[in-house]
């Protein structure tokens, strides 16, 4: 008699002691079908499970939120007429996973439920939704479907692929009195500062100034962001006069845009720069003297001028001021990766940059890639590459005020 309970121990720990992964959620297979008035969705689950779903645009987007899964749905076929362009999953905060399908074309779905069980029927996800080359403004964003609470969310598990994905919608986002942030794009170099070369045609300062005007052209059509450029055409504007234009016009975020070269012409990808007093590494401490020197072309020696930034490093309020900037660019590089863009190894890096110096401004310096790399070149003198990257740096800003806004 006295083994029974025993026995009951012994499976009690085992129980505990499984590895969550046999435990936890999965998604097993996500299929579409499309019909003359609908594409309906099916995602396959291995148990029944709240679920929240809704569309965001520019870009389009179908989001799925469910509690903690393992993808074992492998590749999903993309039915042509649906347009995605990818499929991306992976952790929004402890115990919720999001799925995010990237589309063509904007979307917007017309229900969404949950099936249990039946049969030999798995329970399963069913989303029915349309598409349209009509841009559908923001009217259809801000519905969400589904039974979802993210406040009694099960908390527990490792997701596979940690990332940061667009957060859900504001609400209140297409309100009058709702505060647009002024981001401050400044491409970097122009007018006698040509920047980078790639040894024949391609020169940094048009590459960069193109992928301002994207950028900035993405960021208004969200709605959802106000923009000013250190400059709008081929002119030198000197490093402290970028910084306290983004002041003087009370700038939010500021992005400053760059395309360097490097001696080894196999290296390739893109890289986020932070401020600081040391540098990450002896390439960056390069490239920073490079840049910062670049106002001597106009005979401005900016260590002149350095008394000032010397007193303002010394302020409380950049200690905040740079985490934020941080916080985003951890948020950046791994937005570019769920991008399919290409990074350095170990991709936020730091250093002094002058351009970074701003107070009471979060800011960052990205490197779009290397123009001594023939494909990366190449590629960046491609409006569709340059669409890509601004992509990236439109969702990194969305998460990132999302963030600020939830905080």
């Given at each position: 008699m006295r083994l029974k309970p025993i026995i009951a121990l012994v499976i009690f720990a085992f129980c505990a002691?499984?590895?969550?992964?046999?435990?936890?959620?999965?998604?097993?297979?996500?299929?579409?079908?499309?019909?003359?008035?609908?594409?309906?969705?099916?995602?396959?689950?291995?148990?029944?499970?709240?679920?929240r779903t809704f569309v965001l645009h520019s870009p389009e987007r179908i989001v799925i939120d469910l509690p903690h899964f393992d993808w074992k749905a492998g590749e999903v076929e993309r039915p042509r007429q649906v347009g995605i362009s990818d499929i991306r999953q992976?952790?929004?905060?402890?115990?919720?996973?999001?799925?995010?399908?990237?589309l063509d074309k904007p979307a917007e779905i017309h229900t969404a439920y949950l099936l249990k069980k039946n049969n030999n029927k798995p329970s399963r996800i069913v989303i029915d939704f349309d598409v349209s080359d009509v841009p559908r403004g923001l009217d259809s964003t801000g519905k969400i479907f589904g039974?979802?609470?993210?406040?009694?969310?099960?908390?527990?598990?490792?997701?596979?692929?940690?990332?940061?994905l667009v957060p859900p919608v504001k609400p209140d986002r297409g309100a009058s009195n709702t505060f647009k942030p002024l981001i401050i794009i400044d491409p970097g170099h122009g007018g006698v500062d040509p920047g980078a070369s790639s040894g024949s045609s391609i020169v940094e300062k048009h590459i960069v100034l193109a992928l301002g005007h994207e950028l900035k052209k993405q960021l208004l059509a969200t709605g959802r962001y106000r923009v000013k450029m250190t400059r709008e055409r081929d002119i030198f504007i000197p490093l402290k006069k970028r910084v306290e234009f983004a002041h003087k016009q009370g700038g939010d975020f500021f992005i400053s845009l760059h395309a360097d070269t490097i001696h080894k012409k196999d290296v390739s990808g893109a890289s986020v720069y932070t401020l600081s007093k040391d540098a990450s590494d002896k390439q960056t401490a390069r490239l920073a003297e490079k840049e910062n020197r670049v106002d001597?072309?106009?005979?401005?020696?900016?260590?002149?001028?350095?008394?000032?930034?010397?007193?303002?490093?010394?302020?409380?309020?950049?200690?905040?001021?740079?985490?934020?900037?941080?916080?985003?660019?951890?948020?950046?590089?791994?937005?570019?990766?769920?991008?399919?863009?290409?990074?350095?190894?170990?991709?936020?890096?730091?250093a002094g940059f002058a351009v970074l110096k701003s107070p009471e401004i979060p800011s960052v310096l990205i490197e779009a890639g290397f123009l001594s790399n023939r494909n990366e070149a190449f590629l960046l003198n491609k409006d569709s590459y340059r669409r890509k990257i601004a992509r990236s740096i439109v969702s990194g800003l969305d998460n990132y005020f999302a963030q600020n806004h939830r905080n």
């Amino acid at each position: 008699m006295r083994l029974k309970p025993i026995i009951a121990l012994v499976i009690f720990a085992f129980c505990a002691f499984l590895p969550q992964k046999l435990l936890a959620l999965s998604v097993d297979d996500v299929r579409f079908g499309v019909y003359p008035e609908k594409v309906r969705m099916v995602l396959d689950l291995s148990d029944i499970a709240d679920f929240r779903t809704f569309v965001l645009h520019s870009p389009e987007r179908i989001v799925i939120d469910l509690p903690h899964f393992d993808w074992k749905a492998g590749e999903v076929e993309r039915p042509r007429q649906v347009g995605i362009s990818d499929i991306r999953q992976g952790k929004l905060q402890p115990g919720i996973s999001r799925i995010v399908f990237d589309l063509d074309k904007p979307a917007e779905i017309h229900t969404a439920y949950l099936l249990k069980k039946n049969n030999n029927k798995p329970s399963r996800i069913v989303i029915d939704f349309d598409v349209s080359d009509v841009p559908r403004g923001l009217d259809s964003t801000g519905k969400i479907f589904g039974t979802l609470s993210l406040e009694n969310a099960n908390i527990g598990g490792s997701v596979q692929k940690a990332s940061y994905l667009v957060p859900p919608v504001k609400p209140d986002r297409g309100a009058s009195n709702t505060f647009k942030p002024l981001i401050i794009i400044d491409p970097g170099h122009g007018g006698v500062d040509p920047g980078a070369s790639s040894g024949s045609s391609i020169v940094e300062k048009h590459i960069v100034l193109a992928l301002g005007h994207e950028l900035k052209k993405q960021l208004l059509a969200t709605g959802r962001y106000r923009v000013k450029m250190t400059r709008e055409r081929d002119i030198f504007i000197p490093l402290k006069k970028r910084v306290e234009f983004a002041h003087k016009q009370g700038g939010d975020f500021f992005i400053s845009l760059h395309a360097d070269t490097i001696h080894k012409k196999d290296v390739s990808g893109a890289s986020v720069y932070t401020l600081s007093k040391d540098a990450s590494d002896k390439q960056t401490a390069r490239l920073a003297e490079k840049e910062n020197r670049v106002d001597l072309i106009a005979g401005l020696d900016l260590d002149i001028e350095d008394e000032q930034v010397a007193y303002i490093l010394g302020d409380f309020l950049i200690t905040e001021t740079t985490n934020q900037s941080k916080y985003f660019a951890n948020m950046l590089v791994s937005t570019m990766e769920d991008n399919g863009l290409k990074t350095l190894q170990s991709p936020h890096r730091y250093a002094g940059f002058a351009v970074l110096k701003s107070p009471e401004i979060p800011s960052v310096l990205i490197e779009a890639g290397f123009l001594s790399n023939r494909n990366e070149a190449f590629l960046l003198n491609k409006d569709s590459y340059r669409r890509k990257i601004a992509r990236s740096i439109v969702s990194g800003l969305d998460n990132y005020f999302a963030q600020n806004h939830r905080n």
